[in-house]
């Protein structure tokens, strides 16, 4: 399904901002997240204003906004938190490819946070943008309907870890480090996909095995497209020279990274061998194709002479009046005998056949 998004612009100044990518609930939800080493605050606001009071304070605070189908609220919220209109244009396009954006007093990210349905095997897409300052983290979803971020909100609620001890940034890291871990439950499913389809092609290459090979390869060109430009964009991280990233953080973030790799080059080893399935399988269909045409070879090939010796015998001469007699013809055992000639010719046939080893 395409996903657009309609501006209109006058002198570099965005007049409408619309999202018109599928079908969302209308509803919107934000949930704020206040905390430092000992208090932790969680609620659900019902307005923009309520979030502006945090922006203020010492404590690390995390917004999290679900649904991008009211823009005026994220235009409030953007204007309150001083993010540049082109981030809010970012925000609302869903379509774009992941990217990083510094912009001195914060950091913009955009991801793709996958999902997978069991049931039908599909491999789903939504956009998460992250904005980084010095003392928040706030999250755009595209819709609610649930994220990877459940373990990091229990955490926080718990205390546990470091999380509720470090700043903004190792925030930051650990909801990416959320997104990119879903990436390894992704491929682990397809890596049972395709062990699932080489069975398969072992026992019965059919219809269904090819067109289960394809839907794996486009879900991989799929993943690819998703995933492979995270890489640049966490290298962005890493080499940024923002105070808003300590020095402590770089090195959970070069570990993300490296992270990426790893999913980029499973990625690239799963489309490998489906497409060494996909070439597997037009082997077997012509392995299959060949024995097939063997047998009706050999078939055929033998009913060559009986059908030459059931000519022979279906001639309609008068042999009283040929010079050339038929004995066969008068005989008692005469049908016996050519039944009996076909026998053995077959069998002749089968046996040489069967020492030139053609089946």
Same mark, same amino acid.
């Given at each position: 399904?395409?996903?657009?998004?309609?501006?209109?612009?006058?002198?570099?100044?965005?007049?409408?901002?619309?999202?018109?990518?599928?079908?969302?609930?209308?509803?919107?939800?934000?949930?704020?997240?206040?905390?430092?080493?000992?208090?932790?605050?969680?609620?659900?606001?019902?307005?923009?204003?309520?979030?502006?009071?945090?922006? %203020?304070?010492?404590?690390? $605070?995390?917004?999290?906004?679900?649904?991008? =189908?009211?823009?005026?609220? &994220? !235009? *409030?919220?953007?204007?309150?938190?001083?993010?540049?209109?082109?981030?809010?244009?970012?925000?609302?396009?869903?379509?774009?490819?992941?990217?990083?954006?510094?912009?001195?007093?914060?950091?913009?990210?955009?991801?793709?946070?996958?999902?997978?349905?069991?049931?039908?095997?599909?491999?789903?897409?939504?956009?998460?943008?992250?904005?980084?300052?010095?003392?928040?983290?706030?999250?755009?979803?595209?819709?609610?309907?649930?994220?990877?971020?459940?373990?990091?909100?229990?955490?926080?609620?718990?205390?546990?870890?470091?999380?509720?001890?470090?700043?903004? %940034?190792?925030?930051?890291? $650990?909801?990416?480090?959320?997104?990119?871990? =879903?990436?390894?439950?992704? &491929? !682990? *499913?397809?890596?049972?996909?395709?062990?699932?389809?080489?069975?398969?092609?072992?026992?019965?290459?059919?219809?269904?095995?090819?067109?289960?090979?394809?839907?794996?390869?486009?879900?991989?060109?799929?993943?690819?497209?998703?995933?492979?430009?995270?890489?640049?964009?966490?290298?962005?991280?890493?080499?940024?020279?923002?105070?808003?990233?300590?020095?402590?953080?770089?090195?959970?973030?070069?570990?993300?990274?490296?992270?990426?790799?790893?999913?980029?080059?499973?990625?690239?080893?799963?489309?490998?061998?489906?497409?060494?399935?996909?070439?597997?399988?037009?082997?077997?269909?012509?392995?299959?194709?060949?024995?097939?045409?063997?047998?009706?070879?050999?078939?055929?090939?033998?009913?060559?002479?009986?059908?030459?010796?059931?000519?022979?015998?279906?001639?309609?001469?008068?042999?009283?009046?040929?010079?050339?007699?038929?004995?066969?013809?008068?005989?008692?055992?005469?049908?016996?005998?050519?039944?009996?000639?076909?026998?053995?010719?077959?069998?002749?046939?089968?046996?040489?056949?069967?020492?030139?080893?053609?089946?």
């Amino acid at each position: 399904m395409s996903r657009l998004i309609k501006k209109s612009r006058t002198h570099g100044r965005p007049e409408a901002l619309l999202y018109e990518g599928p079908a969302r609930s209308e509803t919107m939800k934000i949930t704020v997240f206040d905390y430092d080493e000992k208090n932790c605050i969680e609620k659900e606001v019902k307005s923009v204003e309520e979030c502006l009071p945090f922006r %203020d304070r010492p404590t690390v $605070t995390w917004i999290n906004v679900d649904g991008l =189908n009211r823009v005026e609220v &994220l !235009e *409030k919220l953007s204007a309150g938190y001083s993010l540049h209109h082109l981030v809010l244009e970012d925000i609302l396009n869903v379509n774009q490819r992941p990217k990083f954006e510094d912009f001195g007093e914060y950091i913009y990210i955009c991801a793709k946070m996958l999902g997978y349905d069991d049931r039908t095997g599909e491999i789903s897409e939504e956009q998460v943008s992250f904005v980084l300052g010095d003392n928040f983290v706030i999250t755009f979803q595209e819709e609610k309907q649930g994220d990877v971020f459940n373990e990091i909100r229990q955490r926080l609620r718990l205390g546990k870890g470091r999380l509720r001890k470090m700043k903004a %940034d190792y925030l930051a890291y $650990t909801l990416l480090d959320a997104v990119i871990d =879903n990436y390894f439950l992704i &491929l !682990e *499913k397809v890596g049972e996909k395709i062990e699932v389809i080489e069975d398969a092609l072992l026992v019965d290459p059919d219809g269904k095995v090819q067109r289960a090979i394809n839907q794996t390869k486009r879900q991989l060109i799929f993943l690819r497209k998703s995933v492979w430009p995270l890489r640049e964009v966490v290298r962005a991280v890493t080499q940024s020279e923002s105070a808003l990233i300590r020095a402590e953080s770089l090195a959970y973030f070069r570990d993300i990274y490296d992270h990426v790799i790893q999913a980029v080059d499973t990625i690239e080893a799963f489309r490998e061998t489906a497409a060494s399935m996909l070439d597997l399988y037009l082997s077997s269909l012509s392995h299959r194709l060949n024995e097939v045409m063997k047998v009706l070879t050999i078939i055929a090939t033998i009913f060559i002479p009986l059908t030459f010796l059931a000519g022979l015998y279906g001639m309609n001469f008068n042999t009283q009046a040929s010079p050339y007699n038929m004995p066969e013809l008068n005989w008692r055992y005469g049908y016996l005998f050519v039944l009996g000639l076909m026998v053995v010719v077959v069998t002749g046939m089968l046996v040489f056949f069967k020492k030139k080893k053609w089946f």
